[in-house]
């Protein structure tokens, strides 16, 4: 069974800042790749920032220069630091992790259940 607990949402200014984590946990062999989508209502989730097992970054060009994300891979964790924040990056933010589970090695995409992020004028 595979867990990504996710924290660090709130509400927040126009250009404040909110830094998100997530803790990936369970029967985990290896992590492929981790990061952060986001979703608005009526919308699909969209890609904010995945950085790999080799640390490639892949950033959604909305939040590029804004945005960072990092990983500790000795304790399964990935973070986005969001500054400059617009009204724009509402949303509800989900963790995700592209990762292999022990057993049989069988890889997949997991999610975390997601928080919300508000931006306020």
């Known amino acids: 069974h595979v867990q990504l607990v996710e924290s660090g949402g709130g509400l927040v200014q126009t250009g404040g800042s909110l830094r998100l984590s997530c803790v990936v946990s369970?029967?985990?062999?290896?992590?492929?790749?981790m990061g952060w989508y986001r979703q608005t209502p009526g919308n699909e989730r969209e890609l904010v920032a995945v950085?790999?097992?080799?640390?490639?970054?892949n950033y959604a060009d909305s939040v590029k220069d804004r945005f960072t994300v990092s990983r500790e891979s000795a304790k399964n964790t990935v973070s986005l630091q969001m500054n400059s924040l617009k009204r724009e990056d509402t949303a509800v933010y989900y963790c995700?992790?592209?990762?292999?589970?022990?057993?049989?090695?069988?890889?997949?995409?997991?999610w975390g259940q997601g928080t919300q992020v508000t931006v306020s004028s």
């Open positions: 995700y992790a592209d990762l292999n589970v022990i057993i049989h090695a069988v890889r997949g995409d997991y």
């Open positions: 950085i790999t097992s080799d640390d490639s970054i």
């Open positions: 369970g029967a985990i062999r290896s992590i492929n790749a």
